[in-house]
């Protein structure tokens, strides 16, 4: 791992952070009392978390974490849960947020549940400087910000789902950047439960694990938390979409580096000699199927992905990601990269094309479909809330999906948010405080 030392690693103080958030937290605050009764306490905690920034670096991803900044949001929620009483509340070098809630009186011999969400927010869209605001959605298309004088906006043609949501305030950034509702929504109701909690211990929990993660968007995720010392016999990450979603299944996942070598030569004199490296990634990429990428594919359809890519004459270098829930798809995509590369090389008569295959996570139902109870016991949650459980696959994964091969079980629930990973990202407002009480009837059923 690379160095963990202060100075490189630990980002701004708590108490700077805070300071620097409080006055525009208080104004957007002041908004949205302008238009309702109540200002919940889950929305103060998101309003204030997604303003600090967390992105991710894939480009270091041999150190965790992979961004200092991650111990900015890691230092000030540790501080809030020892505010709230865990008094063990601790960032680890790694910027994991690790603390426990004692149970609630009977319930001190159940086994302990954990709660988890993450830390860091992808880089695939700008994430830094976010600037929350609530639009109050009265139909059509929602319109988040404007940039350089055009609207940025989702239409109810791309997301249908937005015509249920009519009258309802929403989260958004202000078009410049992504949201962070992708995981902040979930930290902010996992800590308003706490919040709860501290506020009237007699609410029925057993002890409770809580753990927020660094880097989770480039598959790091929970690989460093120590799960004896976690002490949990079961566990939720809160990193899923729109409310009521219960996801048991995920991806198995790759990631394939793909190098093609060129030889440049005059252009004028390149007939026989010259190799193009930037052609020979195009003439690789034209061998994996066309209809089996994301943007064609939905449900348990597995998918290849470009990620990006790099080329000159000389060098090309294209990173993809492969997916599929079936194991044997999923081995066959991979196999089909590699013939894919060796295809093209018999045909230049050398080596010029390599592949390097980088194994991400497995589908987490090899080992959730062993523990029913807790698909079961988080419907049960979701009904005694009115909301209707989707149990869906998810087409991702979670760091419930390491976290249940390393052997702590580990489904995915919903945080309310839409349109993850771009500028058009919002979370309803009754979303963040429908998964708070969720939450809550969830830990009461295992107490």
Same mark, same amino acid.
């Given at each position: 791992m690379a160095d963990s030392t202060p100075s490189k690693r630990r980002g701004m103080p708590w108490h700077t952070v805070l300071e620097f958030l409080l006055h525009t937290t208080t104004k957007i605050g002041a908004?949205?009392?302008?238009?309702?009764?109540?200002?919940?306490?889950?929305?103060?905690?998101?309003?204030?978390?997604?303003?600090?920034?967390?992105?991710?670096?894939?480009?270091? +991803?041999?150190?965790?974490?992979?961004?200092?900044?991650?111990?900015?949001?890691?230092?000030?929620?540790?501080?809030?849960l020892r505010e709230l009483g865990a008094e063990d509340a601790h960032v680890t070098e790694h910027a994991y947020v690790c603390a426990h809630i004692p149970a609630s009186a009977g319930a001190e011999d159940k086994p302990a549940l954990?709660?988890?969400a993450h830390l860091d927010t992808t880089e695939v869209a700008p994430g830094a400087g976010v600037k929350p605001h609530i639009v109050h959605y009265e139909g059509g298309d929602l319109v988040c910000g404007t940039v350089d004088g055009k609207p940025v906006a989702m239409s109810t043609a791309k997301l249908p789902a937005l015509n249920d949501l009519a009258g309802e305030d929403?989260? +958004?950034?202000?078009?410049?950047?992504?949201?962070?509702?992708?995981?902040?929504?979930?930290?902010?109701?996992?800590?308003?439960?706490?919040a709860r909690i501290a506020q009237d211990p007699s609410l029925p929990h057993p002890a409770l694990g809580i753990c927020f993660c660094p880097d989770e968007?480039?598959?790091?995720?929970?690989?460093?938390?120590?799960?004896?010392?976690?002490?949990c016999k079961y566990a939720y990450t809160?990193?899923?979409?729109?409310?009521?979603?219960?996801?048991?299944? +995920?991806?198995?996942?790759?990631?394939?580096?793909?190098?093609?070598?060129?030889?440049s030569i005059h252009p004028g004199d390149a007939k026989g000699r010259m190799v193009n490296a930037g052609n020979l990634f195009c003439d690789f990429n034209a061998l994996l199927p066309y209809v089996q990428r994301p943007e064609y594919t939905e449900g348990y359809e597995g998918f290849y992905h470009l990620e990006g890519v790099s080329a000159t004459v000389d060098h090309a270098t294209a990173r993809y990601i492969v997916r599929d829930h079936d194991a044997a798809k999923f081995q066959q995509k991979l196999d089909l990269v590699d013939a894919a590369a060796s295809m093209?090389?018999?045909?230049?008569?050398?080596?010029?094309?390599?592949?390097?295959?980088?194994?991400?996570?497995?589908?987490?139902?090899?080992?959730?479909?062993?523990?029913?109870?807790?698909?079961?016991?988080?419907?049960?949650?979701?009904?005694? +809330?009115?909301?209707?459980?989707?149990?869906?696959?998810?087409?991702?994964?979670?760091?419930?999906?390491?976290?249940?091969?390393?052997?702590?079980?580990c489904p995915n629930l919903s945080t309310g948010g839409y349109c993850y990973h771009g500028v058009n990202e919002f979370v309803p407002v009754s979303s963040l405080v429908k998964m708070t009480d969720v939450l809550q009837e969830l830990v009461a059923r295992f107490a």
């Open positions: 908004v949205f009392m302008e238009n309702t009764t109540t200002s919940p306490d889950v929305l103060e905690r998101f309003l204030r978390y997604v303003q600090i920034n967390t992105q991710s670096e894939d480009a270091n +991803c041999d150190q965790v974490p992979s961004s200092a900044v991650q111990f900015d949001l890691a230092n000030v929620l540790a501080e809030e954990g709660l988890i929403l989260v +958004c950034s202000d078009g410049t950047t992504l949201l962070g509702a992708d995981d902040k929504a979930g930290v902010a109701e996992i800590m308003s439960l706490v968007e480039i598959g790091h995720g929970a690989e460093l938390l120590d799960i004896d010392t976690f002490g809160v990193d899923g979409g729109p409310i009521g979603e219960l996801e048991w299944e +995920c991806f198995n996942a790759a990631e394939a580096t793909v190098r093609f070598e060129g030889q093209l090389n018999q045909r230049l008569g050398e080596e010029r094309v390599t592949v390097e295959i980088k194994q991400q996570y497995r589908n987490m139902a090899e080992i959730v479909r062993d523990y029913p109870e807790l698909i079961d016991v988080a419907k049960e949650a979701y009904l005694a +809330c009115g909301v209707e459980p989707q149990v869906l696959p998810i087409r991702g994964g979670t760091d419930g999906a390491q976290l249940s091969f390393r052997g702590l079980p």
